[in-house]
C-alpha cells in the first residue's frame, strides 16, 4: 500500500453508492494516507511558516445519510480546529486532489485577508499552469488561473470580505494521471514544493 500518494482506488471511493460503504472504504483506504500526511507535513510547514502547525483530518463524523463527496487534512495554528483561521488543505473529489491555502466562511478575518491578497493580484495571477482559486472549498469547481483573468480574483476577494458565506482559497489541481501521483516521494516533494509557492500568501496568525 502507498504512504502518500492518491491512486485511482482513493478516487473510486468517491463513486461507492452509501454513507456506510463510502466511508468503511475512505476508512481503510484514503484516511492513513491523510493521517500520514498530516504527521509527516506538519514540521516542515511549522519550519515554512514560523508558526506551530496542527493536522486536522477530516472525520465526516456528522454525516447520517449523504456520503462525502471530498475528503482531506486541513493544517492550522490551532490544535482544536482549522476552520476558524486561514489553513493549508491537501484532498481530493473523485476526479481531483488539491493543495490549497485559504480562508472559509467561518473564519472572522476574512476582510483582512481579503485586503492583504488583493495586493497580491499580480502573484496570484503568475502562479501558472494547474494552479486555480476556489469560492466554495465544498464544491468541486476550480477556476483554473490559466482560464480567468485579474477582474475574476478582484471578484472573488471581494467576495470573500462582503458575503457572509465567501470563501477565497488558491491551489495546485493534481488529476488522477499527473506526474506528482506516480510516486510516494513525487507526490511529497510536489506537495513541499506547492506549500512553499503557496506560502507567499500566508497571513501570520500572531
Request: proline share 4%.
Amino acid at each position: 500500500m502507498t504512504k502518500y500518494k492518491f491512486t485511482k482506488r482513493d478516487f473510486d471511493v468517491f463513486k461507492i453508492e452509501g454513507l456506510e460503504n463510502r466511508m468503511e472504504e475512505l476508512i481503510e483506504i484514503t484516511r492513513p494516507k491523510l493521517e500520514n500526511l498530516g504527521e509527516d507535513l506538519t514540521p516542515f510547514l511549522t519550519e515554512l511558516t514560523g508558526e506551530a502547525h496542527f493536522p486536522h483530518v477530516a472525520k465526516h463524523a456528522r454525516r447520517t445519510i449523504n456520503p462525502p463527496d471530498d475528503t482531506w487534512v486541513a493544517f492550522s495554528t490551532n490544535k482544536r480546529g482549522y476552520k476558524m483561521l486561514p489553513n493549508f488543505q491537501i484532498g481530493l473529489f473523485k476526479d481531483h486532489a488539491f493543495v490549497q491555502y485559504g480562508i472559509i466562511y467561518e473564519a472572522p478575518g476574512k476582510q483582512y485577508a481579503s485586503k492583504i491578497w488583493m495586493k497580491q493580484i499580480d502573484d496570484i495571477e503568475s502562479l501558472g499552469k494547474d494552479f486555480f482559486i476556489t469560492l466554495d472549498h465544498m464544491k468541486p469547481d476550480k477556476l483554473l488561473l490559466s482560464d480567468i483573468d485579474e477582474a475574476e480574483i478582484k471578484k472573488g476577494l471581494e467576495r470573500l470580505a462582503h458575503v457572509k458565506k465567501g470563501e477565497f482559497l488558491i491551489g495546485k489541481i493534481y488529476y488522477p494521471d499527473s506526474d506528482a501521483l506516480k510516486t510516494d516521494n513525487s507526490f511529497l516533494e510536489d506537495i513541499k514544493e506547492t506549500f512553499k509557492i503557496l506560502s507567499k500568501f500566508y497571513i501570520n496568525n500572531d
